[in-house]
């Protein structure tokens, strides 16, 4: 089987072009996760890095969420690095905005 290695970022663009198509493969809820998910992770090639080698996508998603580069947590379990991105997380203007777009 011939595999085609694609890029995170190239993901992300045919993601956000083809909403409509994605929507019958995957709910919509999980396909805002994922655009969302690439847009933290842009300029975090570490979190990029360790998705492509492996990690659970919960594990980068909730990572992501932490403004501060911590590393992926591996100590604690998924739910406790959702609890740790609920301690840290703060919600600008702008990301309130992009939010309220992705709906």
């Known amino acids: 089987m011939d595999r085609t290695t694609i890029s995170t970022d190239q993901i992300e663009q045919?993601?956000?072009?083809?909403q409509a198509e994605i929507s019958r493969l995957v709910s919509l809820g999980t396909a805002r996760s994922l655009v969302r998910t690439m847009r933290r992770t842009q300029d975090r090639p570490d979190l990029r890095e360790a998705l492509e080698t492996g990690v659970s996508f919960d594990r980068i998603e909730a990572v992501s969420r932490i403004p501060d580069r911590i590393g992926l947590l591996e100590h604690l379990?998924?739910?406790g690095v959702e609890r740790e991105?609920?301690?840290h997380t703060r919600i600008t203007a702008g990301d309130e905005q992009r939010s309220s777009e992705d709906q």
């Open 14 to 18: 045919r993601m956000i072009h083809r």
């Open 85 to 87: 991105a609920a301690l």
């Open 77 to 79: 379990d998924v739910a």
